[in-house]
C-alpha cells in the first residue's frame, strides 16, 4: 500500500526505558509539511493462547492487572523474550501459566493492540490437544486457572470480568469456529 | 470477584505526562509480600464504531500509524476528551473520520487493549444507519475513507493491512452478526 500518508521522523527523544516498555517522543513531518509530536510506547511483543481442554472447555488465567487496579480473567499470555520465537513462545506461557503442554498448537493471527500509541504486536494461537504439565509462573506473577464452557465466558464478558481484547477476540473466535458446547 | 492476587502500591514515580499518553512507574507489594514494579500507561480511553452503509459495506479509515511505521485500515475510532460520553464521542469521531452521520448508534462492548501495561478502555458502537455529513478530522490526522465487503476485510485481514484488535474484532462481530454479504 502506497504510503501517502508517510511521517517523517525529524527526531526521536527517548523519555524511558523499562523491563517491559519503552517510552520515545518523535517529532514528525506530517504529509502538508507541518510538524506534530507522536508518543510512541514500544513493546517486545507477545503472544496468547487459545486452548481447549478434552471436555471442551477454554482454559483462562484470572490475575490481577495493575493498570486497572483490578482482577480480570484472560485467555494465557505473555511477552516475547529477545529473539524468541512466537510459536515457541505460546507453548512455553501456555505451560507456565496454566501447567498444560500443548501437543500441537496452531497459529491463527496477529494484531497490533493500541496502533494509535503503541508497537505491540499479539500472536494468537489455538490448540485443542493439550495433556498435564508443569505450571511455573514468573516470580511477580499471581494466578489462578479456570476451565469453562464458551457460555460461562460469555457470562464473564457480560460481567466484565473477562475485559480485554485478545479474549474477547478468543471467545468470538470459538464462536464462529463452533469449537466450544 | 475477590482479589486474591491483589498489588498494593507502595509509591508511584511520574515518569512523563504527553497529549495522548501517561507513564507512572509504581512499586507494588506481591501477595507473597515481595515487591515489584509495574510501568503503567494511563491512557483516556476510546471509541471505535462498526458502521454499515446503505450497501451493506463496512466504513474503514486508512492512516499511517507512526509507532508502527506502516499504514494499516481501521474501523473509525479515537481517544475520548475529558468527560465526554462516550456515545457522543462515536458519532463525532465517525462523522469527524468518515463524513458520515450516524442516525442511531448501538453500543455493542468495551475491553482493555492491553492490561498488563495499559489502562486504555475502548468502547466498541455498531451503526447501520447513517447520513452524509462532514468530514472534518484533527490537523495532525490524514486519512482516507475505504467502505469494503467483508469478503474485502477478510482479504485485507490475511494480507495484514487490516491489522489491529478493535477491526479484527468488528470483522467477528459482523461474520457472527451475518450483517454483510
Redesign the interface.
Known sequence: ?K?????KTISTKP??S????D?V??D?E???G?T????????PG?VAVIALTKENKILLV???????E???V?IP?G?LEIGEDPLECAKRELEEETGYKALNIKFI????????????L?HIYFTDQIEIGEINCD??E???VMEISLQEAEKL?EQ??I???????AI??L??KGGLT
Chains 1, 2 share one sequence.
Open positions: 500500500m504510503d501517502e500518508f508517510y511521517e523519555i524511558f523499562g523491563r517491559v516498555i517510552l517522543v518523535k514528525v506530517l504529509p502538508d507541518k506534530s509530536k507522536r508518543e510512541i510506547i514500544n513493546h507477545a484470572k490475575q490481577f492487572r495493575k493498570p486497572l483490578k482482577t480480570i484472560e499470555a511477552k493471527t496477529s494484531f497490533y493492540t493500541s496502533p494509535g500509541f503503541a508497537d505491540e499479539i516470580e511477580d499471581f494466578l489462578s464478558i466484565q470480568i475485559h480485554d481484547a485478545k479474549t474477547v477476540y468470538q473466535f464462536k464462529l
